[in-house]
């Protein structure tokens, strides 16, 4: 028997719709899972790369050193620290604060506590020394095989490049 003038959805259209969307959303939420973590490792390389650029910047500006501290653990971390003339020795730097990787991303090689020091003509160094030489690290993506990210610091001009892979 029908109405003629019936309005809305029957019981069974509203069940096929509902149906559909789940269908929808079984296949999708996997592909959502898995781009949201390869988001924290590219937002976790992009972090890193801008602390090492406001190294090498203010190493250039203030002439004096600055060096990047990477600290492995769990989180990794990293801070900015400033060469004190005055007093000889290595400073925190005040206006930045001790920074921790993302969960899920951690730093895979080297595979100790590093640091990457900037001198005032802008070259760069791994170690405590005025030679030049170029310093990379990777940095993984633990939920996702394979998804890493290469930060590398040209020692000659302290260029900061980031790659895919490592």
């Known amino acids: ?31 959502i899972v898995s781009q949201m973590s390869h988001l924290r ?3 976790s390389v992009r972090e890193v790369s801008s602390e090492l650029q406001a ?13 990047v501290d990477f600290t492995q653990g769990s989180p990794d971390t990293y801070r900015l620290a ?3 003339t005055g007093t000889g020795a290595w400073e925190n730097d005040a206006t930045r ?4 990787l993302e969960s899920g991303i951690n730093i895979s090689t080297p595979n ?7 001198y005032p003509n802008g070259i760069s160094s791994s170690a405590d020394n005025a030679t030049a030489a170029a310093s990379s690290m990777c940095i993984d993506n633990t939920a996702k095989a394979n998804d890493k990210m290469t930060i590398t610091i040209q020692g000659s001009t302290g260029m900061i490049s980031v790659t895919t892979g490592c």
């Open 1 to 31: 028997m029908l109405f003629k003038n019936s309005k809305g959805f029957s019981l069974v259209e509203l069940l096929v719709v509902l149906a559909l969307m789940g269908a929808i959303f079984a296949i999708g939420i996997p592909a």
């Open 41 to 43: 490792l590219t937002r």
């Open 55 to 67: 190294a090498r910047l203010k190493a250039i500006a203030r002439n004096t050193k600055y060096r």
């Open 82 to 84: 400033t060469w004190n």
């Open 97 to 100: 604060t001790t920074m921790s």
């Open 112 to 118: 100790a506590n590093f640091m990457v020091v900037f």
